[in-house]
């Protein structure tokens, strides 16, 4: 497939795609893709050429456990049979280092050509402690991959070292394959580089078990587990890092309103605990309390408009006005509310229809989320 077919296709999916220098074309998801295909995994962000072909890549999309069946089906058997290779999960910037047709070192992100101010940074790590990665002649049909530490790239977890790239993973562009594990021990030793560290847990068995070790850890991301051959790897997280990743990076005033309806909670108090049981921090929580503010104040006016809504209905049933049958009856409500209150019809009418179920959720649309 040509490089226009393929990014038509690609696009069709939910892909980006940006020209770059050299005639590449940079291609990353979009943020809103969520379905994928097992062939569009690879190009969770990958520098394509003017042929189409790959001179640049990262490492496929992989999933949190329970997210794709098979490869939870695949991580289970090499857990059983003790192939899986458990490496710790740094949290902080995918670093793809690649080299072009012209010699020209690529030091970049996933989502960038040049990699911006972590490229810039993650040369000068490369300058002082591993030279040999600038070196065009060192792996010059594939990508290697590093996470880019240090004190300025806080994602959630605080890294207090010095900024460092820490040895991930490698790939060959063509034929295109994931390193295992086994090889980039080699490669490591070879280059200099600092590899990922693992743990001795291949023997647990089960994910479940792995899950049991990383769910309490409190101060770290988690871990992945990579099968033997490196081609499938699977994200396992602990709880406090979901929290505080969901809270830093997504939290939303609809994300405040669903958990504050979720758990039942009608004021600050109950917020607060509910947020520092769930592992987040001060500073989020003060976030957070932004928005449950705007939700008291748009719960109120909620809960006025069903206020005015009840009475106006009181007020009509208490009129003792006799109508010849219900049509009759729901013309005259029609006739009050058109021509007095007309802001309150939707309100009203499911009201008189005893819809409450439905009112509440009319009001938490048009009011509370205003949508």
Request: proline share 2%; glycine share 8%; charged share 25%.
């Amino acid at each position: 497939m040509n490089r226009a077919a393929l990014l038509t296709k690609l696009n069709k999916s939910g892909f980006l795609t940006h020209a770059a220098e050299n005639d590449h074309v940079l291609v990353h998801p979009a943020r809103n893709k969520y379905e994928w295909a097992e062939e569009e995994l690879r190009f969770r962000s990958a520098v394509l050429d003017a042929d189409g072909s790959i001179v640049s890549v990262g490492w496929p999309k992989f999933f949190n456990q329970g997210e794709w069946p098979a490869h939870d089906s695949v991580i289970a058997r090499e857990l059983a049979s003790g192939k899986a290779v458990i490496t710790h999960k740094h949290d902080g910037s995918l670093l793809i280092r690649s080299v072009l047709s012209d010699g020209q070192i690529l030091l970049r992100t996933r989502g960038s050509y040049d990699g911006g101010e972590y490229g810039r940074a993650a040369e000068l790590v490369a300058q002082a402690k591993y030279p040999g990665l600038l070196d065009p002649m060192l792996f010059p049909h594939g990508s290697l991959l590093f996470e880019y530490v240090g004190k300025a790239n806080q994602i959630v977890v605080r890294y207090e070292g010095e900024d460092d790239l820490i040895f991930l993973g490698a790939v060959a562009h063509d034929p295109f394959r994931y390193f295992s594990f086994a090889e980039l021990k080699s490669l490591a030793m070879q280059l200099g580089l600092r590899l990922v560290e693992t743990y001795d847990w291949a023997k647990t068995g089960a994910i479940n078990e792995v899950l049991s070790l990383v769910q309490d850890w409190n101060h770290a991301e988690g871990v992945v587990v990579r099968s033997g051959d490196g081609q499938t790897l699977l994200k396992i997280k602990s709880a406090w890092y979901f929290a505080q990743h969901a809270l830093r990076w997504h939290m939303t005033y609809d994300s405040i309103v669903r958990f504050v309806l979720d758990g039942g909670i009608t004021d600050e108090i109950g917020l607060e605990a509910g947020l520092a049981k769930a592992g987040w921090d001060f500073e989020i929580i003060v976030k957070a309390k932004e928005h449950f503010a705007l939700y008291k104040l748009r719960r109120t006016e909620a809960e006025a408009l069903k206020a005015a809504a009840e009475a106006i209905l009181a007020g009509f049933n208490d009129s003792k006005i006799e109508y010849e049958d219900e049509r009759a009856r729901r013309k005259a409500f029609a006739s009050l509310i058109f021509s007095q209150h007309a802001p309150l019809a939707k309100y009203a009418f499911l009201l008189y229809d005893g819809k409450t179920d439905l009112l509440e959720s009319v009001l938490l649309k048009n009011v509370i989320y205003q949508r």
